[in-house]
């Protein structure tokens, strides 16, 4: 399991022309399943995100988390985050979850993230959807946490 987890002041997903998922400062995240993966996997990375101290104290240190500072989550599925680029030009997406494992394994962390946070704190985009998605990136702050070197 991948999250790309990027430090957001903004960010918004837009299907169809219509807004699913907007939120303020808080954590954009693109989340990538494997078929590896499953609830237990998904628990700790769940920790992780919202445990994730990246936001600035009042010594302008990186030293608060998520819930220290009452942001929010912007969850979007993103397969893509699998891609084995190693031959060729045109990637592979064989690593990634099947899409009925994959989503599955979403909606498990979604309803993780609103327990630990809040519904109304948590928005997502929509599971296997053309997506547009817009952030203001702070710092620019990216961490990518994977699986392979949290949980295994």
Do not use: W
Not at 44 to 52: A, N, Q
Not at 124 to 135: E, N, R
């Amino acid at each position: 399991m991948r999250f790309v987890v990027q430090r957001v002041s903004e960010a918004s997903v837009e299907v169809e022309g219509k807004i699913t998922g907007k939120i303020d400062k808080g954590f954009f995240v693109l989340i990538g399943v494997e078929e590896a993966d499953d609830e237990k996997i998904a628990d700790k990375m769940v920790s992780k995100l919202t445990g994730l101290r990246i936001f600035s104290d009042s010594e302008g240190k990186t030293n608060l988390s998520i819930q220290d500072v009452g942001g929010n989550l912007l969850l979007v599925s993103q397969f893509t985050l699998y891609a084995d680029c190693r031959k060729g030009n045109r990637p592979s997406f064989i690593r990634s979850g099947s899409a009925e494992h994959a989503e599955k394994l979403y909606d498990y962390i979604v309803d993780r993230c609103k327990a630990a946070l809040s519904e109304e704190r948590v928005g997502t985009g929509i599971f296997g959807a053309s997506m547009k998605c817009s952030l203001v990136n702070e710092g620019p702050f990216t961490i990518i946490l994977d699986s392979e070197e949290i949980c295994r």
